[in-house]
C-alpha cells in the first residue's frame, strides 16, 4: 500500500461517492413534488438545482480538497461541496413539506431520511465530513422552519462544527505520520532481511504446525535447487540429508520438531540438486499465538561448509604428515591409547615396531633435502606395502617411523615381520637417477607384556631400538627387562662424565710411536684417561661414545688438543703429539681455529700435531669434508687416519684426503702371524698404497716380538704397541723422553693365553648354595680352583673373582679338592694384568653383599 492513498483517505472529507447525492436528491425532489402536485417556487428550484449541482461536481470539488494543504482552502470544499447542498437540500425539503398537505410533509420528511442515510453510508470513516453533512442539512431544515431561531441555531453550532473538523484534521494528520514512520521501519527492516539473506550468510526458515515449510529465505532455496514458492508446502525436514556422515543425528532434529523444542546450531548436510557437499548450523524455536496455540517453527541457519573445511583441513594438518600421508606421532599415540585402554582387557593387546632409518642424514647431507623427502615417501610406501592391513604406519620424527599392530601377535610372527620390514627399506632407491642404498633398525615391545601404557610401550620400544642399533643396525631388538639397566648405566655415565669435566677427573696419557728403520721415538699418541671415582678406570671406547650420545666430545676434544699442546711443549721438538679427533668434532667448522689457538697458547709449529680421524667423517656431507680438509692443512698440522680397514672401505678417497699417515688397526696386527692368516697380505697391500701415495704407515697394537718382526718386514714406517711402551701418564711421557728417543722392545715372543698364579679367595654360587675358595692360578679361559671336593665335572658355578668381577664357569676335571673350571666368556686382562670387569652386568649376582654374608 502506497503513502499517497493513505493520506488522501484521511485528509479529504468529501467522499468519493459523494455525487450519488445529485440523482438521489433529484429524485427525493421529483417524488415530493409529483405527490403535492404543483410546481416549486423559484426560491426552492433555485435551491434544489444548486444542491444538485455542486453533488454532480464533488469530485472535482474532492480533488481541489486533495490537492489544497492549507486547513481554510479545506473548509472551503468542504463547505462548497457537502455543507452547501446539505444545507439548501434540507433547506428547500423544510419549505415544501411546509407547503403541502400531510402527504407531502411525510414525503420530505423521508427524502430527508433517505439522504442522511445516504449522506452517513458515503462519509463512514470521515468524521468531519459527516458531522457536516447532518449539521448543514439539518440547519438547512431549521432555517426554514423557524427562520431566526434557526439561523442562530446553525450560528451556534458551526464554530463546535469547525472545531470538531480541525479537530479531526488533526487527528488524521498525525495518525497519517505514524502510519508512514511504520511502514518506513517495516520497509527497512524487509530490506535488511533481503540484503542480510542476499550475502548467503545466514538465511531465515519457518514452518506451520505440521512441519511444512512456510518461509524460506530465497538463495538457500536455490542450493536445494528451487524456488521458495515451490519448497513451499514441503517437509522441512526434507530440505536436508539426515543420514549424512557427519552430521548431528537426524533424530535430534526430527526428535524437536515433533517434541516442539527449541534447537540450536544442528549441524545438517544440505540436501543440494547438484551433490555439492554444504553444510549448515540450523537453530529454530517453536511459536504460539496469543492463546498458546502452536503455529510450527520459526528458525535461522548459517552456512557450515567453510568452516567445516577449513576444520578437516587443520584437522589433517593435526594428525597426518604432510609429506609421506602417513598418520603422524599424535595420531599414533592417540590410537595406541585407545587400544590400550579398551573396555575388555584381551583386546588391548598389541605391538609397537619403532623403527629408525641407517643412513638417512647421510642422503639428505650429499643429496639434499628435496632428495631426502623424496626418500622418506618411498620409505613410507614400501612401509606400508609391507605391514598391509596388519597395522598403522605412522611417521613420528625426521627418519623415525612407528608401526602399531593391535592384537596379540605372535614372536615369530613380529621377528618375521621386522625382518621383511628391514629386508623391504634395505633395497636400492632410485631418487633423481641417482641409486641411494639405506637401512633400518627396529625395536619391539608388545603389550601387556613389556608395558600397559602408552609411555611405557613407548619408552621401553625406544630403548630396544636402540639395543637394535648399538647391535650394529640393520636389525631388530625385542625389549627386555636389561635394557633399562644399560640405558640407566648410560645415563649414569653421562652424569658422571660431566662430574668428571666439571672437576678435572679426565686426564691424557701417551703411547709412544717409533720408527721402525731406527728404534726412535717419533711421537706419542695422545688417549684419553678417566678414573671413575666407584667404578675404577673406564676405558674411552666406552665412555667416548658416551660423550658424543651426550653433546659433551666438543669440550672434551678441546681439552684434549689444549692439554696434549702444552704437554707437548715440554718435549723436545723433533717428538710430534697425535691427538684423536672425533668425527663430530671434525663436523664442526670452528675446528680448525680451535686448533689454531691451541697451537698459539702453547707456541708449538703445526706440524708436530698430528690430528687421527678415522674413516666414518667420509660418510658425512663431502663438501663440507672436503673443506675441513683444506682448513686444517692450511693450519699446517697433520693428518692420520686412524683405524684404517675397519670401516667404511671405499678407497676412494684416501686420494683425494690430504693424509700423511695411514694407522693400520690392530685387529689386522691381531693374528698376522698366526700360519693361514691372510692380514700380512692385507699389511702389505696397505703399505704399498701408502707409499705411493706418499704416506707413513703405522702399525697398531704391536705386542709380540712375532709381530713386530713381521710388520717391520711388510715395510710399516712406525710401530705402536705394548711391545715398546704402554700409554704413560704426561709425567711419566717426560720422564721416559729424558733417558733418550731409543726405545727398546720388550715383550713375549708370541702370543699365548697369559696363565698367572696367585692366590685369590674366591666365592661360589651354586644354584644359590655359596662356597668359598681358592684360585691357584688363572688364565683368560679358566682356572685351577682348591677347597671344594666331590664338585660333578660339568656342573655350571657363578663365580665371584672380586667385587664387581662375576663370572660363569663349568667344572671341567676334579681331583680331591683341586678342579679345573671354563669360564664360559674369556676373561679380559687390563694393562696392568689386572682382571678387567666384566662385560654386561646381567652376570652379577643381584646383592653380591649378601652372597658375601652368607658365605662367611
Ligand atoms: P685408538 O685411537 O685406536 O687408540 C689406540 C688404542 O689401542 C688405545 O686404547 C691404546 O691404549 C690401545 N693400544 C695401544 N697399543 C696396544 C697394544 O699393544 N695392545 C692392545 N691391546 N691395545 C693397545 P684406548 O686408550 O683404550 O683408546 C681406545 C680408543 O678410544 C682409541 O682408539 C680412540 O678411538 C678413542 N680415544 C682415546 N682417546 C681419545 C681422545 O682423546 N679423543 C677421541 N675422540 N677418541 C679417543
Ligand atoms: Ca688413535
Ligand atoms: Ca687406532
Known amino acids: 500500500m502506497g503513502l499517497a492513498p493513505v493520506l488522501t483517505k484521511s485528509l479529504v472529507s468529501i467522499g468519493p461517492q ?15 413534488l409529483a405527490i403535492g402536485g404543483a410546481m416549486p417556487s423559484g426560491l426552492v428550484a433555485t435551491m434544489l438545482l444548486i444542491a444538485i449541482v455542486l453533488d454532480a461536481a464533488a469530485p472535482l470539488i474532492a480533488r481541489l480538497e486533495a490537492a489544497s494543504s492549507g486547513t481554510s482552502a479545506k473548509v472551503a470544499a468542504m463547505g462548497a461541496g457537502i455543507v452547501l447542498p446539505m444545507g439548501l437540500f434540507g433547506a428547500a425539503m423544510a419549505v415544501l413539506a411546509q407547503s403541502g398537505p400531510a402527504s407531502v410533509t411525510n414525503a420530505a420528511i423521508e427524502g430527508v431520511a433517505v439522504v442522511v442515510l445516504l449522506a452517513s453510508i458515503i462519509e463512514a470513516g470521515r468524521l468531519p465530513g459527516l458531522l457536516a453533512a447532518h449539521c448543514s442539512l439539518w440547519a438547512g431544515v431549521a432555517c426554514a422552519v423557524s427562520g431566526l431561531v434557526g439561523i442562530i441555531a446553525v450560528a451556534c453550532g458551526l464554530p463546535f462544527a469547525i472545531f470538531v473538523f480541525v479537530r479531526q484534521l488533526q487527528i488524521d494528520r498525525d495518525e497519517a505520520e505514524r502510519a508512514a514512520a511504520a511502514e518506513r521501519i517495516d520497509s527497512r527492516a524487509r530490506e535488511i532481511l533481503a540484503d542480510y539473506e542476499e550475502t548467503g550468510q545466514g538465511w531465515f526458515w519457518e514452518t506451520d504446525r505440521r512441519a511444512t515449510v512456510t518461509y524460506l529465505s530465497d538463495p538457500v532455496a536455490a542450493t536445494v535447487g528451487a524456488s521458495a514458492e515451490d519448497l513451499v508446502g514441503r517437509p522441512f525436514a526434507s530440505l536436508f540429508d539426515l543420514s549424512a556422515r557427519g552430521a548431528d543425528s537426524e533424530r535430534s532434529l526430527t526428535f524437536a520438531l515433533t517434541a516442539r523444542s527449541s534447537f540450536n546450531e544442528l549441524g545438517v548436510k544440505a540436501a543440494t540438486a547438484d551433490g555439492e557437499e554444504r553444510w549448515w548450523s540450523i537453530s529454530g524455536r517453536p511459536i504460539y499465538d496469543e492463546y498458546k496455540n502452536f503455529q510450527g517453527f520459526r528458525g535461522s541457519g548459517t552456512d557450515l561448509t567453510e568452516k567445516r573445511r577449513s576444520a578437516e583441513h587443520a584437522s589433517r594438518l593435526a594428525h597426518y604428515d604432510s609429506l609421506t ?35 638417512f642424514k647421510q642422503v639428505n647431507d650429499t643429496l639434499g633435502h628435496p632428495a631426502g623427502d623424496a626418500l622418506l615417501k618411498q620409505v613410507a610406501q614400501r612401509l606400508e606395502r609391507s605391514t598391509g592391513k596388519l597395522g598403522r604406519v605412522g611417521r613420528v620424527g625426521g627418519d623415525e617411523f612407528q608401526v602399531l599392530l593391535p592384537g596379540r601377535i605372535e614372536r615369530v610372527r613380529l621377528a618375521q615381520l621386522a625382518g621383511q620390514i628391514i629386508d623391504a627399506l634395505s633395497q636400492p632407491y632410485t631418487i633423481d637417477g641417482d641409486r641411494v642404498v639405506i637401512g633400518a633398525s627396529i625395536g619391539i615391545a608388545l603389550a601387556p607384556d613389556d608395558g600397559m601404557t602408552s609411555e611405557a610401550l613407548i619408552r621401553n620400544a625406544d630403548l630396544a631400538l636402540y639395543a637394535a642399533k648399538d647391535g650394529g643396525r640393520g636389525r631388530y631388538h625385542f625389549y627386555a627387562a636389561d635394557l633399562h639397566s644399560d640405558a640407566e648405566e648410560r645415563r649414569q655415565m653421562e652424569q658422571d662424565l660431566r662430574d668428571a669435566i666439571a672437576s678435572g677427573g679426565l686426564e691424557l696419557y701417551y703411547q709412544p710411536v717409533i720408527q721402525t728403520a731406527t728404534e726412535r721415538i717419533t711421537g706419542f699418541e695422545a688417549l684419553l684417561r678417566w678414573t671413575h671415582p666407584v667404578r675404577g678406570p673406564i676405558s674411552p671406547a666406552k665412555f667416548i661414545p658416551v660423550a658424543e650420545d651426550a653433546g659433551l666430545i666438543a669440550p672434551i676434544g678441546e681439552w684434549a688438543l689444549r692439554t696434549a699442546c702444552q704437554d707437548m711443549a715440554r718435549w723436545p721438538k723433533e717428538v710430534r703429539c697425535a691427538v684423536n679427533v672425533s668425527p663430530l668434532q671434525f663436523a664442526n667448522p670452528a675446528l680448525p681455529a680451535i686448533v689454531t689457538s691451541a697451537l698459539a697458547q702453547a707456541q708449538i709449529a703445526p706440524d708436530r700435531l698430528e690430528l687421527e680421524i678415522t674413516e666414518s667423517v667420509f660418510l658425512n656431507d663431502s663438501e663440507g669434508t672436503d ?102 701418564s704426561s709425567a711419566k711421557a717426560l720422564a721416559r723422553l729424558e733417558t733418550g728417543l731409543i726405545a727398546v722392545a720388550d715383550g713375549p715372543r708370541a702370543a699365548r693365553a697369559i696363565r698367572q698364579s696367585m692366590l685369590r679367595k674366591i666365592v661360589i654360587d651354586h644354584d644359590g648354595e655359596i662356597f668359598n675358595a681358592t684360585v691357584r692360578n688363572i688364565s683368560p679361559t679358566g682356572a685351577l680352583v682348591e677347597g671344594l671336593g666331590n664338585v660333578p665335572r660339568d656342573t655350571v658355578l657363578r663365580i665371584q673373582l672380586a667385587r664387581d668381577r662375576v663370572c660363569d664357569a663349568t667344572v671341567r676335571w676334579v681331583r680331591g679338592d683341586l678342579m679345573g673350571i671354563e669360564f664360559a666368556r674369556p676373561l679380559r686382562f687390563d694393562e696392568d694384568g689386572q682382571i678387567a670387569p666384566m662385560p654386561g652386568r646381567a652376570q652379577e649376582p643381584a646383592h653380591p653383599a649378601a652372597s658375601m654374608r652368607r658365605a662367611g
Not at 326 to 350: D, G, V
Open 18 to 32: 459523494w455525487r450519488v447525492m445529485a440523482p438521489v436528491k433529484l429524485a427525493v425532489a421529483a417524488s415530493v
Open 325 to 359: 600421508g602417513l598418520s603422524n606421532r599424535f595420531l599414533q599415540s592417540q590410537s595406541l591409547e585407545k587400544i590400550l585402554t579398551a573396555p575388555q582387557i584381551h583386546q588391548r593387546a598389541c605391538s609397537v615396531l619403532l623403527l629408525d632409518l641407517d643412513r
Open 627 to 728: 673443506a675441513m680438509f683444506k682448513a686444517l692443512k692450511g693450519v699446517g698440522v697433520r693428518l692420520a687416519l686412524d683405524d684404517f680397514g675397519t670401516g667404511y672401505s671405499s678407497l676412494g678417497y684416501l686420494k683425494k684426503a690430504p693424509f700423511d699417515k695411514i694407522k693400520i688397526d690392530q685387529s689386522f696386527v691381531r693374528g698376522a702371524t698366526v700360519p693361514g692368516s691372510r692380514n700380512g697380505a692385507i699389511i702389505a697391500a696397505i703399505v704399498s698404497l701408502a707409499e705411493a701415495l706418499g704416506m707413513e704407515t703405522t702399525a697398531e697394537g704391536v705386542e709380540t716380538l712375532d709381530e713386530l718382526d713381521l710388520v717391520r718386514m711388510l715395510g710399516c714406517s712406525h710401530v705402536q704397541g705394548y711391545i715398546y711402551e704402554r700409554p704413560l
